[in-house]
């Protein structure tokens, strides 16, 4: 199975700061890498597909890179409405994995 | 636009088989596109992937869950099952069912089912 390692586990940050959540896969997954944002009581919302592309609907705010084994989500001025757990996720291989989660709380 | 929603029992006794319908609407269940899988997520933990179904009835399994869980496609229903046996207290989850496409992400979710695992 791929593992998925998230970093950090948690952060708090301010309005208006750029935030930058890392993920790294134990072996390749190429472009294959997605990212989620679940805010409490709901299910996952895509936010970031292949690494880089931008899920329709998605604030031009969130942002994704990376290939092989490390990605990086950024958001690149913290609004309120984006506290949340943001996971990433690999779809190159079967199981699918997920990281297990950073906790972003707004200061 | 797909819709997704998992119905079933909120309650499940130790040792019993735990048994979850995802009704879709808004497309078929027989599109070769869509690969519908399960996902679950204990209470105040992460997700875990369990398995999903291609519309051929050819299934993939979580390796950690395989030997304890069946998922099955109902077309004339445009309904997908699970069921997962011998369930213990570490079951106790809301569980999601999801679609996605190969290689891509799971793009359409249902609002999720707490199911509780209690005598």
């Known amino acids: 199975d791929i593992q998925m390692t998230q970093s950090p586990s948690s952060l708090s940050a301010s309005v208006g700061d750029r935030v930058t959540i890392t993920c790294r896969a134990s072996?390749?997954?190429?472009?294959?890498l997605n990212w989620y944002q679940q805010k409490p009581g709901k299910a996952p919302k895509v936010l970031i597909y292949?690494?880089?592309s931008l899920q329709s609907g998605v604030p031009s705010r969130f942002s994704g890179s990376g290939s092989g084994t490390d990605f990086t989500l950024t958001i690149s001025s913290l609004q309120p409405e984006d506290l949340a757990t943001y996971y990433c996720?690999?779809?190159?291989?079967?199981?699918?994995?997920f990281g297990q989660g950073t906790k972003l709380e707004i200061k | 636009q797909l819709q997704l929603q998992e119905s079933g029992p909120g309650l499940v006794k130790p040792s019993e088989t735990l048994s979850l319908t995802c009704s879709v609407s808004?497309?078929?269940?027989?599109?070769?596109?869509?690969?519908w899988g399960w996902i679950r997520q204990p209470p105040g933990k992460g997700l875990e992937w369990i398995g999903s179904?291609?519309?051929?009835?050819?299934?993939y399994y979580n390796p950690s869950l395989k030997s304890r869980v069946t998922i099955s496609v109902d077309t004339s229903k445009n309904q997908f099952s699970l069921k997962l046996s011998s369930v213990t207290a570490a079951d106790t989850a809301v569980y999601y069912c999801?679609?996605?496409?190969?290689?891509?992400?799971?793009?359409?979710w249902g609002q999720g089912t707490l199911v509780t695992v209690s005598s």
């Open positions: 808004g497309g078929s269940i027989s599109s070769t596109s869509y690969y």
């Open positions: 999801a679609t996605y496409r190969s290689s891509e992400p799971f793009d359409y």
């Open positions: 996720q690999q779809s190159d291989s079967t199981p699918r994995t």
């Open positions: 292949s690494a880089s």
């Open positions: 179904i291609y519309y051929s009835g050819n299934t």
């Open positions: 072996q390749s997954i190429s472009s294959n």
